[in-house]
T-cell receptor, first 111, second 117 residues
Framework: AQSVTQPDIHITVSEGASLELRCNYS??????LFWYVQSPGQGLQLLLK??????LVQGIKGFEAEFKRSQSSFNLRKPSVHWSDAAEYFC?????????FGSGTRLLVRP | SAVISQKPSRDICQRGTSLTIQCQVD?????MFWYRQQPGQSLTLIAT?????????ESGFVIDKFPISRPNLTFSTLTVSNMSPEDSSIYLC??????????????FGQGTRLTVV
């Protein structure tokens, strides 16, 4: 069965530091992969997505993610974190037009 | 991009009662999805609602507990029936635009925060 694993429940980084959020997936075919962000009291906003082609995907707000088929991973990165990036981040895989979400990683940003 | 409006944004309900959540989209979409996000948890798909057919429920969710309507291509409702405190969650409506290709993207409503007391 398809699944998404986000091994880190919480991550704390200092403002200005780099960030990497991990995501591993289990999917039989070529996956469609997504990263969403959920700020407190807000709905989900799409940061970026991977369908095919270039394995390094650029998204909004300075985020990028790299698809590594050999590792079944789609890690999210940002070179310099801003305080406004504090939120919950969800990795997801598209399975027959349905999204399967990981458990989420809560990002805390130290001033 | 689709704009989704959900009502109510939050509610506090007595156990044993039912609440109907409305989801309005500003464009016609084939599939609408209802998700549940329990406190501190990820999103779990409840069901997929296609216009003109019965909703398709995921494992662990049944129509009697979560009846869904889909009267047209821009609107859907989810009812949480005979509520118990375990139903306290955020319920989110979602639509997907695109045809499975690179332009495919899911959009989410702001969610309905339900507390059952």
């Amino acid at each position: 069965a398809q699944s998404v694993t986000q091994p880190d429940i919480h991550i704390t980084v200092s403002e200005g530091a780099s960030l990497e959020l991990r995501c591993n997936y289990s999917y039989g075919a070529t996956p469609y992969l997504f990263w969403y962000v959920q700020s407190p009291g807000q709905g989900l906003q799409l940061l970026l997505k991977y369908f095919s082609g270039d394995t390094l995907v650029q998204g909004i707000k300075g985020f990028e993610a790299e698809f590594k088929r050999s590792q079944s991973s789609f890690n999210l990165r940002k070179p310099s974190v801003h305080w406004s990036d504090a939120a919950e981040y969800f990795c997801a895989v598209d399975s027959s037009y349905k999204l399967i979400f990981g458990s989420g990683t809560r990002l805390l940003v130290r001033p | 991009s689709a704009v989704i409006s959900q009502k109510p944004s939050r509610d506090i309900c007595q156990r044993g009662t039912s609440l109907t959540i409305q989801c309005q989209v500003d464009s016609q979409v084939t599939m609408m999805f209802w998700y549940r996000q329990q406190p501190g948890q990820s999103l779990t798909l409840i069901a997929t609602a296609n216009q003109g057919s019965e909703a398709t429920y995921e494992s662990g969710f049944v129509i009697d507990k979560f009846p869904i309507s889909r009267p047209n291509l821009t609107f859907s409702t989810l009812t949480v029936s005979n509520m118990s405190p375990e139903d306290s969650s955020i319920y989110l409506c979602s639509v997907e635009e695109g045809n499975g290709g690179m332009n495919t993207e899911a959009f989410f409503g702001q969610g309905t925060r339900l507390t059952v007391v």
